[in-house]
Every structure is written in C-alpha cells, then in structure tokens.
Antibody, heavy 115, light 106 residues
Framework: EVQLVQSGAEVKKPGESLRISCKGS????????ISWVRQMPGKGLEWMGR????????NYSPSFQGHVTISADKSISTAYLQWSSLKASDTAMYYC????????WGQGTLVTVSS | EIVMTQSPATLSVSPGERVTLSCRAS??????LAWYQQKPGQAPRLLIY???TRATGIPARFSGSGSGTEFTLTISSLQSEDFAVYYC????????FGGGTKVEIK
C-alpha cells in the first residue's frame, strides 16, 4: 500500500523551532515530488512548496518562501518541513502529499503555537 | 501566480440531486487540473486528475470536464457520503488551490 505517514501533533511556544516529518512507503520515494500543504483552522488548502527527493531540489510558494524550509532524506524515505522561529499564525494542520496530482496524502500534523 | 476561483462557495442540495461545481483559472492551465474532496477531520482525497480522469476507486457518479481556464466537477446523483468540501487545484505551474465549495444538506 502506497502511503505517507506524518509525525504527531505538536504544541509549541512562539519563537521555538520545529521540524515535522512525512515518511513514504509502498513506492519508490525518489520517484515523485513531495509537497506540503497548510490548512489553517476553518480555512482552505494552501500549497507551501515541494521537494524532489532524488536531488532535494525545492520550489516554494512566494507566500511561504523564507518562512519555512523543506528538506528530505531519501535514505529513509522521509521529507521534512521546518520552522526556525514559530509564530502564533503558524497554528494549522499541515499535510504532505505525493506526486504531480496529490495522491496519496499524509494524515496531517496539527501544529499549535501558543504562549 | 495562477489564481483559482471556485463557485459557489456553498451549495445546499438534497440527496439524489445533480450537482455542478465550477472552477476558473486566471490563466490557462491546459488540462492540468485536479479535484479533491475533504470531509471534516480528514485529509483531502483525490477525485479527478487531468481535468477528467477519475482516480482509483472513485465512483462513476463523479465526473470532471473542461480545459484551459474553465472546469467543472459534476456529481450525477448526490449521495449522503458526498456532503463535503471540494477543492480544485492547478498543477500546470507549480500548484494552486481554489478556495473550495462546501456541499451541504438542504
């Protein structure tokens, strides 16, 4: 079964750093781009950026460029999304998704940033 | 950046009705358009890619059409499990999602 499994929910304080993960299985991880998608509470889907796991080449949405970093470790079939300094406005559900049209999706990682 | 606009924002329908959702791109995306369904508390699910190709396991009552800048998702006879939010996404130039259409029970 092709699937993406994300790390668990996180509760952080403003200014803290964070890295969440997305592990692929059931397929060749380097074959498809991995994208990250944000969904703020009660809102729609926003594409943040993507990474080519074979060479770690990345593209970022202008809205997220400079605010997050996407990386990958192909040896363990895992992609990452990280923040160096979280803000309350980063509170959201974050999904990873594979391929050109997104299928499959990870189950989501809820990130809560609150003092 | 390509802007995707979905209409209407909310659609109130009865089970068994035919439903048509619209998605417009600010510039041509050819047929590089996907549709997703999202239910509360769940990750989105791919329904349609290539504007008109149903994903694996998607019932035939879901169909997609269009190319260029105008796209449509049609549900031929709405079932109870179809009440959800639907998003279109272009992948012609990176990725952009529409704002979503909520299909609710009338």
């Amino acid at each position: 079964e092709v699937q993406l499994v994300q790390s668990g929910a996180e509760v952080k304080k403003p200014g803290e750093s964070l890295r969440i993960s997305c592990k692929g299985s059931g397929y060749s991880f380097t074959r498809h781009w991995i994208s990250w998608v944000r969904q703020m509470p009660g809102k729609g889907l926003e594409w943040m950026g993507r990474i080519n796991p074979s060479d770690s080449y990345t593209n970022y949405s202008p809205s997220f460029q400079g605010h997050v970093t996407i990386s990958a470790d192909k040896s363990i079939s895992t992609a990452y999304l990280q923040w160096s300094s979280l803000k309350a406005s980063d509170t959201a559900m974050y999904y990873c998704a594979s391929a050109t049209w997104f299928d499959p999706w990870g189950q989501g990682t809820l990130v809560t940033v609150s003092s | 950046e390509i802007v995707m606009t979905q209409s209407p924002a909310t659609l109130s329908v009865s089970p068994g009705e035919r439903v048509t959702l619209s998605c417009r791109a600010s510039q041509s995306v050819s047929s590089n358009l996907a549709w997703y369904q999202q239910k509360p508390g769940q990750a989105p699910r791919l329904l349609i890619y290539g504007a008109s190709t149903r994903a694996t396991g998607i019932p035939a009552r879901f169909s997609g059409s269009g190319s260029g800048t105008e796209f449509t998702l049609t549900i031929s006879s709405l079932q109870s499990e179809d009440f959800a939010v639907y998003y279109c996404q272009q992948y012609n130039n990176w990725h952009t999602f529409g704002g979503g259409t909520k299909v609710e029970i009338k």
